[in-house]
Each structure stands twice: as C-alpha cells, then as structure tokens.
C-alpha cells in the first residue's frame, strides 16, 4: 500500500487567483468547504468501534472489509491523523513507511499554504488571505485532525466574511462535529448556522441546516423534532454530503411512525409521492410503515425485526435501539387496544404473532410503567382497557385544581383571622 501510494503525486494546491468580486471566495475551495469531512469514513469508523468494543452486528469478513476501506480512503486523502489515531484506537500494526510517508504529504501541503497565506498578506487583499486561512483549514479537515482544523476556521472567522461564507463555515464545522460526534460542537454551531441563517442565508443552505439539525437530533434522542425536519426536508433534500437521500427517508420514516398521528402519518409520509418513489429501496421499511398503519401487527413487528440491522449498524440510531424498539412496541400495542373494551390475551397475541407468556409479561411491564391504559385479568385470560376519555381527563383536571385552590383560600383564611 505504501509503495502504490509512492507514485502518486502530493496533494495539488489550488494557487490563488486575484479575486474581482469582493466577498467572494474561488469555487473550489467552496467546493471543498461543502463537502469535507468524508461522512462514509466516519459511518465505518463507527462500526469499527462497535466491532473493536465488542456491540457490533458485523461478521468477521464485513469487519475486515471496513478496515480495509478505512485504511484506502485514508490513503486516498493521505490521513496521518486519523490513520494515527484508528490505529491506536483498534490495536492495528501502524505502518511506519506509509505513515512517514503521508505526515511528509501533509507538512509539504501545509508548507505551501503557509507561504500562500504570508504572500497572501504582503501582496494581496483580504479576500485571498481569508482564502488561504480556509484552504489551510479544509486541510486540516481533509486528513482529519480536527483539533487543528477547528483551530483554522476560529482564525479564518477573524477576517471579514459575508454572511453565505459564515454559513458555509458553520456546516462544514457540524460535519466536523458529526463525524467524530461530538454533539457539544454540534449544538453551539447549529445555533450559529441558525442565526446566520435568519439573518440571511439563502433557501438551499437553510434546507441542509434542517438535516444537520436531524442528525444531531436523533443522537440527542429527541425523535419529535427531528421527524419535524426530515418530513420537511423530504421534498427539498440536497444535503448529499452527509447521506444519500434514500438514508433520510429511512430516517424520516422511523422517527414520523414514532411521533405522528395516524392522519398526519398518512397524509405526509404513507401517500407520499417522493417517499413512495424510493421507499422500496430500503428493505422491509414499506412492511414497516405500512403494517402499522393498515393495523397488520403481525407485519409490523416482523418488519422490526428485519430492520433491525440497519438500526444497530447505523451511526445516529445503535445508541437508541432498545429505546426505539420499547417505543415501537408500545406505539403498536396502545393503537391496538384504542379499538377493544376488552380482547383475550390469545387473540392479540395472534394478531401480533407472538406467544401469550411474551405478551402477557410484555403487557404487564408496560401497564405497571403508566404506558399503556390496560389492566389484566389473569384468570379469565383477558386485557380490558380503561383509557381515559378527554372529558373525563379535563374532570380530574378541575378537580385537582379545585381542591388546591380551596387549600390556599383555607391558608389565606388563617392568616386574616390571626
């Protein structure tokens, strides 16, 4: 591999042009602004660290062929850093020849930035030193040190920007944040990107800021907001750079079937025209999707089942998969009570194709939690339901406040008649 890598020629450093619009930066260095760091090394990274702690679902030969293509993208894009730091992370012989190799790539790359940043600030103007401050950075970015990138675009926002500029900084420094996930460094510059963007960020950018936003949700575990902008993003998606599009509905779908209600659920995602068109892509999520709201339990709890892997392998769900799964079942088991006063326990274990001993202890777990209004009758074998109706929720309601109401008057009385 290092031999191979001997021929190739270092890094080409764009040279820098006079610019004669004022503001603006070369489209290259856009370019790369907007698409580094590379997410797919990021997504194997993650599954190596669930192989490496031992959580991972991958087989010995899938393992082996992510390493491998961690090891060429790194290659590729000549990674010292981050070559460096798998290695130690996951026990891995370090190469030494292609590790001097690479670190020379990147001190002969950063020497040149260097000497066009300082001619940059002797012979030119502010557009080309800002330009050279965000090469060094994308650099910085490519070979994935974030420390120092981080670094680069702190001194980079020091010079003046427009504010399309500022924005273009704040993703790239999400991705940054999303990648080594870093979730502190992904809430302050989602904030900031929100904030530029308010005050003057085109449609496009404003659009990928959703499903940053998304991503950054779903490791948070807050599902709601997070259907919210993917729902939103589905029909104006252009955020390639961190997934493909097919990944996003996926994600649309799980986190919608979680949060909305039936109606809305049909309404934007079930007889959605763009969901629809790429739906059959991704395997079992029609069966998902769809068993749960034409009430095919059985379906739908053997499309979790199925989906299963895709969960568990995936950067922003694994962590939230029992939590997800919990979430699913008693969505499905509450819909299916809304429609019974009371249903034998055989019956609605054949709905869901299960056995009655796993229904009757999933049940009782989850009535004894407070999420399911159901109580159990033992021995005549049957669920009788005794949700609350909204009336008779607003009673209780008025009753409560009442009686605290007559507390504080009683209290106030005390205190006049002293």
């Known amino acids: 591999m290092a031999a191979d ?5 270092a890094a080409k450093v764009p040279t820098l042009k006079k610019q004669a619009s004022v503001g603006n930066i070369s489209e290259e260095i856009e370019d790369d602004l907007s698409t580094l760091p590379n997410m797919k090394l990021s997504q194997l990274h993650f599954l190596l660290r669930h192989q490496h702690s031992g959580a991972s679902t991958l087989s010995a030969a899938e393992a082996a062929a992510a390493k491998q293509q961690v090891l060429e993208l790194a290659q590729q894009s000549d990674m010292a850093p981050f070559y460096r730091l798998v290695c130690a992370e996951f026990n891995w012989p370090e190469d030494a020849a292609l590790e001097a190799q690479m670190s020379a790539k990147n001190a002969q790359e950063l020497a040149q930035l260097d000497e066009r940043l300082a001619d940059a600030e002797q012979n030119l103007g502010d557009i080309e030193v800002l330009e050279a401050l965000l090469a060094k950075a994308r650099m910085f970015s490519r070979v994935g040190d974030k420390d120092k990138a981080l670094e680069a675009f702190k001194v980079a926002g020091e010079k003046p920007q427009s504010i399309n500029q500022k ?8 991705r940054i944040g999303l990648f080594f996930s870093d979730l502190e460094l992904v809430e302050t510059y989602i904030k900031k990107a929100t904030a530029l963007i308010d005050e003057g960020g085109d449609w496009d950018r404003r659009n990928r800021l959703k499903v940053y936003e998304g991503c950054y949700l779903l490791m948070a575990r807050d599902f709601k907001k997070a259907s919210t902008l993917f729902q939103e993003s589905v029909a104006t998606f252009t955020a390639t750079e961190l997934m493909p599009y097919n990944t996003m509905v996926f994600y649309c779908v799980i986190t919608c079937v979680l949060s909305m209600s039936r109606v809305d659920l049909k309404k934007k995602i079930v007889d959605s025209p763009e969901i629809l068109a790429v739906i059959n892509e991704i395997p079992c999520l029609t069966d998902f999707l769809n068993g ?3 009430c095919n339990y059985k379906k739908f709890f053997t499309a979790m089942v199925d989906i299963q892997p895709y969960i568990l392998r995936d950067k922003y769900l694994s962590t939230h998969s029992r939590f997800l799964y919990r979430e699913l079942r008693v969505l499905a088991y509450g819909q299916f009570l809304e429609a019974y006063r ?8 054949t709905a869901f194709g299960v056995s009655v001993e796993f229904l009757d202890n999933e049940l009782a777990r989850f009535i004894a939690a407070g999420r399911l209004n159901a109580k159990i009758d033992k021995v005549a074998g049957v669920i009788e339901t005794n949700r609350p109706d909204a009336k008779n929720a607003q009673y209780q309601d008025a009753i409560k406040k009442g009686d605290l109401l ?7 009385g005390r205190v006049i008649n002293v």
Request: zero cysteines.
């Open 167 to 174: 924005i273009l900084v704040a993703l790239h420094v999400i």
């Open 342 to 349: 009371s249903v034998t326990i055989a019956s609605m274990a």
């Open 292 to 294: 749960l709201y034409d």
């Open 406 to 412: 007559l507390n504080r008057i009683q209290k106030l």
């Open 5 to 9: 890598d001997a021929k190739k020629p």
